[in-house]
Antibody, heavy 121, light 109 residues
Framework: EVQLVQSGAEVKKPGESLKISCKGS????????IGWVRQMPGKGLEWMGI????????RYSPSFQGQVTISADKSISTAYLQWSSLKASDTAMYYC??????????????WGQGTLVTVSS | SYVLTQPPSVSVAPGQTARITCGGN??????VHWYQQKPGQAPVLVVY???DRPSGIPERFSGSNSGNTATLTISRVEAGDEADYYC????????????FGGGTKLTVL
C-alpha cells in the first residue's frame, strides 16, 4: 500500500527556521516525483515545487522560488520542505503528494495527511 | 500562463446530478484531473485523464472534456459528496505550476 506520512504540526515564531518531512512507503520512492502543495486557511491548492528523489532534480513554482527549499534523502525515502526564515504569511497546511505520469500528463495520485504550520509571535 | 476557472460554488439536492465545470483555453486538448477535498482532510483524486476513475471511486463520479470546458459530473448526489472540488492540468508550455483551478464548493441541500 502506497503511503506518504508527514511530520506533525508545528508552531513557530517569525524569523525561525523549519524543516518538515514526508516519508514514502509501499512503492519505489526514487522512481516518482514528489510535490509540495500549500493551502492557506480557507483557500485553494497551490503547487510549490517538485523533486525527483532518484537524482534530486528539483523544480520550483516561480511564486516559491527562493522562499523555500525542497530536498530528499532517498536512503530513508523522505522528502523535505524547509524555510530559513518563516513569516506569518507562511501559516498554512502543507501537503506532499506523489506525482504520476500518465498519457503525457501528470497528476497527484497519493497524498500525505498534511502538516499544519503556524507562524505567530 | 495557463488559467483554470471554476465556479466558486454549486448547490444540488440529494439524488440529483451535480456538474462542476473547469474552463480553460482549449482545455479539450489537455488531460484534466479532479480532486475532492472534504473539510479537514487531504485531497483525494476522483477522476484522472478527463474521465478515468481511480480504484475505489464510485461510478457516480464521471468526467468529460471538450473545447474550452471540462466537467466533473456527480450522479445521485449524496450528503457525503459535499466537499471542495479542484480541477488540475499539466501545462508544460507555460508556467507549469499554475495548474490547479480555484476550487468549487459543492453544497448538498
Amino acid at each position: 500500500e502506497v503511503q506518504l506520512v508527514q511530520s506533525g504540526a508545528e508552531v513557530k515564531k517569525p524569523g525561525e527556521s523549519l524543516k518538515i518531512s514526508c516519508k514514502g512507503s509501499g512503492y519505489s520512492f526514487t522512481s516518482y516525483w514528489i510535490g509540495w502543495v500549500r493551502q492557506m486557511p480557507g483557500k485553494g491548492l497551490e503547487w510549490m515545487g517538485i523533486i525527483y528523489p532518484g537524482d534530486s532534480d528539483t523544480r520550483y513554482s516561480p511564486s516559491f522560488q527562493g522562499q523555500v527549499t525542497i530536498s530528499a534523502d532517498k536512503s530513508i525515502s523522505t522528502a523535505y520542505l524547509q524555510w530559513s526564515s518563516l513569516k506569518a504569511s507562511d501559516t498554512a497546511m502543507y501537503y506532499c503528494a506523489r506525482l504520476l505520469e500518465y498519457s503525457s500528463s501528470f497528476f497527484f495520485d497519493y497524498w500525505g495527511q498534511g502538516t499544519l504550520v503556524t507562524v505567530s509571535s | 500562463s495557463y488559467v483554470l476557472t471554476q465556479p466558486p460554488s454549486v448547490s444540488v439536492a440529494p439524488g440529483q446530478t451535480a456538474r462542476i465545470t473547469c474552463g480553460g483555453n482549449n482545455i479539450g486538448s489537455k488531460s484534466v484531473h479532479w480532486y475532492q477535498q472534504k473539510p479537514g482532510q487531504a485531497p483525494v483524486l476522483v477522476v484522472y485523464d478527463d474521465s478515468d476513475r481511480p480504484s475505489g471511486i464510485p461510478e457516480r463520479f464521471s468526467g468529460s472534456n471538450s473545447g474550452n470546458t471540462a466537467t466533473l459530473t456527480i450522479s445521485r448526489v449524496e450528503a457525503g459528496d459535499e466537499a471542495d472540488y479542484y480541477c488540475q492540468v499539466w501545462d508544460s508550455s507555460s508556467d507549469p505550476f499554475r495548474v490547479f483551478g480555484g476550487g468549487t464548493k459543492l453544497t448538498v441541500l
